[in-house]
């Protein structure tokens, strides 16, 4: 070897002992899977998937999170964090999932163990997947990155029954709970729910209860054969996500002497009236057992038979149908029927729920409830509720600005609640007109009389560019938007919800500038080496000294006047900035929003006395629309813009009342019409979809 590091450092050295081999191991392939938005204080797993050409068998796996942003401390994390890592890197395993927290961590109820925190405020995670092959030949390594956003609005996600050591026997129907919170809405959208049973104390998850039920909080389940176990625990997990949580205790699954088993899906039945429903389930036994066992019904709709074919069963793997015969429309309404089996001696009785739903073609007229019919001054975000039809399985809802719902601007399809909250951006001062249907298995019924309502001059808007970590490196600026979709004159402006993290809250300069560039000062270098913000910003605010530190959630007057904004038009991008004067501490924008209110929108012309509406068509749209301008005369100018203020469309030279625009190569979105006449510009919302 020496011989060798000396003809190396010769000039001219040259070695050519040194044996060159080639690696012919193929490198794997790596995938760390979509982005997913997830509960606050709630579990997830990280799932990684892998390819190799030359096997599967050498490869081992890593997850780490990639959060190099200083903490806001130097011990263990905290749940509060908003920058900086959570969770601590691991050895490579041979399984491509990590659960985060521990499993037996989450097993024994703790989400927050010393160097595995789960986030119990919002943020973002990131994280990176490492593929490595072991292949004696030559290693070879792939790798992926994924990002989880933890939602502050929604959490934490629990599953509330089975609490304590109960017993459950196989084949009997159990019902499993949990806390929804908050997590069927936007930005975690779990519509649905996946039920999976351990029976080893939650640390596999072999056999799955129930498969896309909605995300309402509770399931009825049927306890499988087999499963027998003094270790059970219950995993519910969001459908299409990573979020999940189990039961807190173990319990027991008992065997029985016979189940009768019906599939997951075979338990409901939903019949358009008149008519009869059919179910199946197979007889099965256990433990030896030869009895006799006769089946009945309860809770089936009076007037209903219910009959069994065979009547009774004694072989295991006997197949049985259940028929309930007499069904009339007049049974509307959804019915638990409880299906028993009666063995005599020695006596063993097990019961089974089933459902039955009833349908009708005929409809009643549906009752709408909020916005009531006239209603004004109704501020986002808007939250339509109707009274409930026990016939309709589903609703429809249209949202438009004309009552002849020619120009809708929201509408949804299917929903299985009595209420919608639109995500539509809703112009000020507006009327709008809504309705709703119903369906069901027979068919659909009618909309509903609309109802008219007017919103508010002045609607909140929360920034989604959140959180942005303030860097401890240096003096970092950093900005965070919000982008408006209304258009009008701007006659009062707030902030709002503007919450932070920072040591040393007296490094900071905070302004807010419009979609015009107009700027003003929030605060400039405040206080001392306190840390941290939480607080609204008013020019009618009572004070205009702000605590040390603001955290309060207070209301105060900015050292610069929100009243710079009056007049302008706030349909564009608005900047919220911080500048980080000094160096060293670090922190997160956290969160803030605007309270902007608005003069008066006209929405038609007036001329000679007379309202003339402009009709928009169609609208939403998937390529172009129609702008039929009536019998008004004189329009001088017509613009589109897109959210962001940008110039889209003009035209100053109308010659004919019906003008096509074409939206083709646009991005979908709101876009923003206004058609000049006169010394009035009358705004639109025109949707491309």
Same mark, same amino acid.
């Given at each position: 070897?020496?011989?060798? &590091? ?25 995938? /760390?899977?979509?982005? &997913? ?12 998937? /892998? ?75 990131? %994280? ?136 997951? /899906? ?36 009076? *007037? ?58 005929? %409809? ?9 019919? *006239? ?8 939250? %339509? ?57 027979? *068919? ?83 206080? /001392? ?12 605010? #009572? ?12 209301? &105060? ?6 009243? #710079? ?21 670090? *922190? ?28 928009? &068509? ?72």
């Amino acid at each position: 070897m020496l011989e060798i &590091y000396q003809s190396m450092l010769k000039p001219g050295g040259n070695s050519t002992c040194a044996a060159v081999i080639n690696i012919t191991n193929n490198p794997p392939t790596a995938s /760390a899977g979509a982005d &997913y938005t997830i509960p606050k204080s709630t579990a997830f797993v990280l799932e990684g998937t /892998a390819t190799d050409a030359d096997g599967m068998g050498s490869l081992t796996y890593e997850w780490s999170q990639n959060d190099p942003t200083q903490s806001p401390g130097n011990a263990a994390p905290l749940s509060t964090y908003t920058v900086g890592p959570m969770y601590r890197a691991k050895m490579p395993i041979t399984s491509p999932n990590r659960y985060l927290p521990r499993l037996q961590d989450v097993i024994a109820g703790n989400l927050t163990p010393t160097w595995e925190v789960t986030p119990s405020v919002g943020r973002v995670l990131n %994280f990176s997947f490492m593929v490595r092959d072991n292949d004696i030949q030559g290693g070879q390594t792939a790798d992926d990155l994924m990002k989880v956003t933890v939602s502050g609005t929604s959490g934490p996600f629990t599953v509330t029954s089975q609490t304590t050591a109960v017993t459950w026997n196989e084949g009997a129907t159990e019902t499993i709970t949990w806390n929804v919170a908050n997590t069927t809405a936007a930005p975690v959208s779990a519509a649905n729910v996946n039920i999976y049973l351990s029976l080893d104390g939650g640390y596999t998850y072999p056999i799955t209860l129930a498969s896309n039920v909605p995300n309402n909080g509770t399931a009825n389940i049927i306890v499988p054969s087999g499963a027998a176990t003094t270790a059970a625990r219950v995993m519910v997990r969001g459908a299409g996500n990573i979020f999940y949580a189990l039961n807190t205790t173990n319990f027991s699954i008992t065997a029985s002497e016979f189940v009768m088993s019906f599939l997951p /899906a075979a338990t409901t039945s939903d019949v358009c009236a008149p008519a009869s429903a059919t179910y199946n389930f197979t007889y099965n036994t256990f433990l030896g057992f030869n009895q006799v066992t006769t089946f009945s019904a309860t809770g089936n709709p009076a *007037g209903t038979t219910v009959v069994f074919s065979p009547t009774t069963a004694q072989n295991n793997g006997t197949p049985v149908t259940i028929t309930i015969n007499g069904i009339t429309p007049a049974m509307i309404g959804s019915y638990p029927i409880t299906v028993t089996g009666t063995a005599p001696s020695p006596l063993v009785v097990k019961n089974s729920i089933i459902t039955l739903n009833v349908y009708a073609t005929t %409809f009643n007229p549906m009752t709408l409830s909020t916005p009531a019919n *006239g209603a004004l001054n109704v501020t986002g975000p808007y939250t %339509f509720s109707w009274v409930a039809d026990p016939n309709a399985a589903t609703y429809d809802i249209d949202i438009a600005t004309d009552a002849a719902f020619t120009n809708i601007v929201d509408a949804a399809t299917g929903l299985v609640a009595n209420s919608y909250i639109s995500g539509a951006v809703l112009s000020s001062n507006t009327i709008y007109y809504w309705r709703v249907k119903p369906s069901n298995q027979c *068919g659909s019924g009618s909309f509903s009389s609309a109802y008219s309502f007017t919103t508010s001059n002045c609607n909140s808007t929360v920034s989604t560019a959140v959180p942005v970590t303030i860097s401890s490196s240096g003096t970092p600026t950093i900005t965070s938007t919000i982008n408006i979709g209304v258009t009008g004159t701007i006659n009062d402006i707030d902030v709002v919800g503007l919450i932070g993290t920072h040591s040393w809250i007296n490094d900071l300069t905070v302004t807010l500038k419009s979609p015009q560039n107009t700027t003003i000062t929030l605060w400039d270098q405040i206080c /001392a080496n306190e840390n941290d913000f939480n607080l609204n910003f008013d020019d009618a605010a #009572a004070s205009a000294t702000l605590p040390c530190p603001p955290t309060g959630g207070g209301t &105060y007057q900015p050292q610069g006047s929100l009243a #710079a904004f009056n007049g302008e038009d706030p349909l564009g991008t608005w900047t919220l900035t911080i500048v980080d004067n000094f160096n060293q501490d670090g *922190g997160a924008l956290n969160g803030w929003g605007l309270n902007i209110c608005l003069t008066s929108i006209s929405t038609t012309i007036p001329q000679n006395g007379i309202v003339n509406t402009i009709t928009i &068509y169609p609208n939403p749209t998937s390529n172009a629309f129609t702008l039929d301008l009536g019998n008004i005369e004189n329009v001088e100018n017509i613009i589109l813009l897109d959210v962001q203020g940008k110039l889209i469309y003009e035209n100053n030279n109308i010659i004919n009342s019906k003008i096509k625009i074409d939206l083709n190569n646009k991005s979908e979105g709101i876009y923003i019409l206004k058609v000049q006449h006169h010394n009035e510009v009358n705004t639109y919302k025109v949707v491309k979809q």
